[in-house]
């Protein structure tokens, strides 16, 4: 990722001085023209969900029932129950951020990555795989609960454990959150992979295990607190660390891999990274160089005077036709959390990004 930082700047000089040999798509607005692009519309008026956590979202909905556990530290606890696994919840947690409109709520776990549209002081509503509404339905809200309903999450977990002088700690991966390990079930199973694999003493290691959070009175007997308790260790992870815990990154300065334009899926090659220092950007189709200027106000964007060195590639083409068209069409944007989508003025996705971190 460094080396491409350093090379697409130059590139982008390259490209800006082939001049004669340079092709300008077509674009309806000059330069950085924000003009004829209508204001976002302001979010409907209501109090925010997300207000005064720890809450509980409860709902039961067309593929079954969940319950969306939100902490204040931007951590989560999510439960789903399905028809063909009647009384067998399964569990998740994670981490979760609001889109760079606060509109969407995108919870990553260990599981899979789940999108809620913020609807109003008390609703969310499941998104689809693509942050869209499913049929538009309410039969997808969750509503949150008058109180606080905690559940015992169980669930495979990857995470830096140590374990020094009688003491255990885990701290999950996905969640950065920290727990005691509870000196039962797989706990010895777990104290033996640890001492195997340690580097030196009081060093972490990280873990592949089966386990569970569930309140644990406290060394001293005051009271009870959060622990896990190993069910089964399924591994030792070549890895020292758990690595960056889960966040939005930015718009600008983030180097964005293209995985789709309208309904094309891109393999690999295609990318776009944004320099907020000259307003300019460069990328690729996945077959010919693009560069050119842009502008951003809020949530609004344009891509205007895009260069690109034409050449015939032996596959790829129709993607990279899309992209080069797709990013003349553009007219707003939104991250959540590692993913940008580029959207016209119907808010309709034209090309969906992933950050390489």
Not at 4 to 29: H, I, M, Q, S, Y
Not at 57 to 85: H, Y
Not at 176 to 198: F, I, S
Not at 206 to 228: F, H, M, W
């Amino acid at each position: 990722m460094t080396v491409r930082r350093r090379v697409w700047p130059a590139l982008l000089a390259v490209v800006l001085l082939a001049g004669c040999g340079a092709e300008t798509p077509p674009t309806d607005r000059e330069a950085g023209d924000l003009s004829d692009l209508p204001p976002l519309a302001p979010p409907e008026p209501s109090t925010d969900p997300l207000a005064n956590l720890p809450a509980t979202f409860k709902g039961d909905l067309p593929n079954g029932s969940l319950q969306l556990n939100l902490f204040p530290d931007q951590t989560f606890f999510l439960r789903a129950m399905t028809p063909d696994r009647p009384g067998v919840p399964r569990d998740d947690l994670g981490g979760w951020v609001l889109s760079s409109d606060h509109r969407t709520l995108v919870v990553k776990g260990n599981r899979a990555t789940e999108f809620f549209a913020l609807r109003d002081g008390s609703t969310i509503r499941r998104l689809d795989a693509d942050a869209k509404e499913i049929d538009g339905s309410t039969a997808y809200d969750l509503k949150r609960a008058g109180r606080f309903e905690p559940f015992e999450v169980s669930t495979p977990m990857r995470g830096a454990y140590v374990y020094m002088a009688d003491n255990a700690s885990f701290t999950e991966c996905s969640s950065g959150r920290r727990w005691p390990v509870a000196q039962e079930g797989a706990n010895e199973d777990l104290e033996r992979a640890y001492l195997a694999a340690r580097p030196s003493t009081g060093q972490p290691v990280v873990i592949q295990l089966e386990g569970r959070i569930a309140p644990r009175t406290r060394l001293d007997g005051t009271g009870t607190r959060p622990s896990l308790i190993v069910d089964h260790v399924a591994g030792v992870s070549k890895d020292q660390s758990c690595g960056q815990r889960y966040s939005s990154v930015p718009l600008e300065g983030t180097y964005w891999k293209l995985v789709r334009v309208g309904s094309h899926q891109v393999a690999a090659g295609a990318s776009l990274t944004l320099d907020p220092a000259s307003q300019s950007y460069a990328g690729s189709g996945g077959c010919n160089q693009v560069a050119g200027s842009y502008r951003r106000d809020g949530g609004r964007i344009a891509f205007t005077g895009a260069i690109r060195e034409r050449s015939s590639c032996p596959s790829g083409m129709e993607v990279d036709e899309a992209f080069r068209t797709a990013l003349t069409q553009v007219a707003r944007w939104r991250v959540l959390g590692s993913i940008l989508e580029l959207q016209d003025l119907g808010g309709a996705t034209l090309a969906r990004f992933e950050a390489e971190r």
